[in-house]
């Protein structure tokens, strides 16, 4: 099974500035089949970005993903304040696992 | 656009069965390269994949929960089922269903069940 880890555990950041949010494999994901979500409090969580880099449907382009084998990234080039939530990465490649999570918090 | 809804008991007894239904809305559920998949997330935790099945009946389960878990599908009632035995306290979670594809794009607004006597 592929192992993510996801850091750092909480990111505090102020509304403008840019967030950098790591995600590592335990082993290389096949095809960049890695996802970034958007999970806010009592909601179910929101495809951001799917294929290490594509954004989904109506996803704004301060999100943006990059990466491949056991190395990821999801920068948020300025935060809004409706970005600060918890940021899972999931790969699909080979079964499919979540990472912990990563709470942007603000500062 | 399509459109997930989970429904099932919130309250289910220890070494009973969990049953949940995914209903799909605005769209078929026969589309290809989509897999419909449920997902758990325990109190104030992150997510599980339990498992997920095509439209053609193929699945595939987590080799964790693979020995209590069928998920069916009816594609006359645009449904699919997720019946998870012999729970206890450990299966209390959020259990959202899901479409697959590259992802999860589109998912229900989830279901609490909790698991007591």
């Known amino acids: 099974e592929i192992v993510l880890t996801q850091s750092p555990g909480t990111l505090s950041l102020s509304p403008g500035e840019r967030a950098t949010l790591s995600c590592r494999a335990s082993q290389s994901v096949s095809s960049s089949y890695l996802a970034w979500y958007q999970q806010k409090p009592g909601q179910a969580p929101r495809l951001l970005i799917y294929?290490?880099?594509s954004r989904a449907t109506g996803i704004p382009d301060r999100f943006s993903g990059s990466g491949s084998g056991t190395d990821f990234t999801l920068t948020i080039s300025r935060l809004e304040p409706e970005d600060f939530a918890v940021y899972y990465c999931q790969q699909y490649g080979s079964s499919f696992t979540f990472g912990p999570g990563i709470k942007v918090d603000i500062k | 656009q399509v459109q997930l809804q989970e429904s099932g008991p919130g309250l289910v007894k220890p070494s009973q069965t969990l049953s949940l239904t995914c209903t799909v809305s605005g769209g078929s559920i026969n589309s290809g390269g989509y897999y419909w998949s449920w997902i758990r997330q325990h109190p104030g935790k992150g997510l599980e994949c339990i498992g997920y099945i095509f439209y053609s009946g193929s699945t595939y389960y987590n080799p964790s929960l693979k020995s209590r878990v069928t998920i069916s599908v009816d594609t006359s009632k645009k449904q699919f089922s997720l019946k998870l035995s012999s729970v206890t306290a450990a299966d209390t979670a959020v259990y959202y269903c899901?479409?697959?594809?590259?992802?999860?794009?589109?998912w229900g607004q989830g279901t609490m069940v909790t698991v007591s006597s």
């Open positions: 294929g290490a880099s």
């Open positions: 899901a479409r697959g594809s590259g992802g999860f794009d589109i």
